[in-house]
């Protein structure tokens, strides 16, 4: 088994910093995304655009992995493990969409409802992140706290 290297405290900050600004990097792209998407004409484009959406919250969805849910245990606040047992639950919930959608052809007829749903899902989470998650993960960061703030060190 590879092992981890010591990144020091202030590489891991930075790092740390540099991937919650990456996430909320993809929140806009995701934001922009869904925009194109309620404004676009056509079903071919439309479908292009919730393809593109789908790879995006894809990654997102490794990358918060990876951040924030891999390393939960290491939250020492309960404030903490709420915010995470509650953004694991709506990421549950978005995941299940994402495979749903996987599963189905873009012109089955629920793919448009089952979408819709899924973006009601992708905003509220991310409304949620923005307005509390990310707040507190800045927070602990700026205590020197690299537990829940961005769990791992690259």
Not at 140 to 148: F, V
């Given at each position: 088994?590879?092992?981890?290297?010591?990144?020091?405290?202030?590489?891991?900050l930075r790092?740390?910093?540099?991937?919650?600004?990456?996430?909320?990097?993809?929140?806009?792209?995701?934001?922009?995304?869904?925009?194109?998407?309620?404004?676009?004409?056509?079903?071919?484009?439309?479908?292009?655009?919730?393809?593109?959406?789908l790879?995006?919250?894809?990654?997102?969805?490794?990358?918060?992995?990876?951040?924030?849910?891999?390393?939960?245990?290491?939250?020492?606040?309960?404030?903490?493990?709420?915010?995470?047992?509650?953004?694991?639950?709506?990421?549950?919930a978005?995941?299940?969409?994402?495979?749903?959608?996987?599963?189905?052809?873009?012109?089955?007829?629920?793919?448009?409802?089952?979408?819709?749903?899924?973006?009601?899902?992708?905003?509220?989470?991310m409304?949620?992140?923005?307005?509390?998650?990310?707040?507190?993960?800045e927070a602990?960061?700026?205590?020197?706290?690299?537990?829940?703030a961005?769990?791992?060190?690259?």
């Open positions: 088994m590879p092992q981890q290297q010591y990144a020091p405290p202030q590489q891991s790092r740390s910093s540099e991937a919650l600004a990456m996430l909320r990097a993809d929140h806009r792209r995701i934001q922009q995304l869904i925009m194109e998407y309620d404004t676009v004409h056509g079903p071919q484009a439309q479908r292009d655009i919730a393809h593109e959406i790879l995006e919250l894809t990654i997102h969805a490794h990358l918060k992995a990876y951040v924030f849910y891999d390393t939960s245990e290491d939250e020492p606040t309960r404030r903490g493990q709420t915010l995470l047992a509650a953004s694991r639950r709506e990421q549950r978005i995941t299940g969409l994402l495979q749903e959608l996987r599963m189905m052809a873009p012109e089955d007829p629920q793919f448009p409802k089952t979408f819709d749903e899924l973006l009601l899902h992708v905003e509220h989470h409304a949620a992140e923005e307005a509390q998650m990310f707040p507190f993960a602990a960061l700026a205590h020197g706290s690299t537990a829940c961005a769990g791992r060190q690259a």
